[in-house]
């Protein structure tokens, strides 16, 4: 029903920045509420960012200031910009979408659709 697509990824020095991006396989995102996930080596997933429908962000205490998440629904996109990037945020990132209008969540179980994840690596 709804594909995702990740990529941004890579490798980057503490302090510096990456942006994510997410692509969907759908003619419009604009009712999608979306979101960013991060599951780090031996450690559950946890909700990052997400972006609602109505254009509501929720973040998590650990990157808020630090990331952004946005949207261009003409493209079908979810980007997430992440500055001032620390090791701890060395996880693999993925993107999550539900296509029913809801307020923006950061639990699992809110979101069908997923992607298969980007790499991220911060070193010191």
């Known amino acids: 029903q709804v594909q995702l697509v990740e990529s941004g990824g890579g490798s980057v020095q503490a302090g510096g920045s990456l942006r994510l991006s997410c692509t969907a396989s759908?003619?419009?995102?604009?009712?999608?509420?979306m979101a960013w996930f991060r599951q780090a080596p031996g450690k559950e997933r946890e909700g990052v960012a997400c972006i609602g429908a109505s254009g509501r962000t929720k973040y998590a205490d650990s990157v808020k200031g630090r990331f952004t998440i946005s949207r261009d629904n003409a493209k079908t996109t979810l980007y997430l910009q992440m500055n001032s990037l620390e090791p701890e945020d060395t996880a693999l990132y993925y993107c999550a979408a539900n296509d029913r209008w809801m307020d923006p969540s950061l639990l699992r179980l809110r979101y069908p659709y997923w992607g298969q994840g980007t790499q991220v690596a911060v070193s010191s």
């Open positions: 759908i003619g419009t995102l604009s009712s999608f509420t």
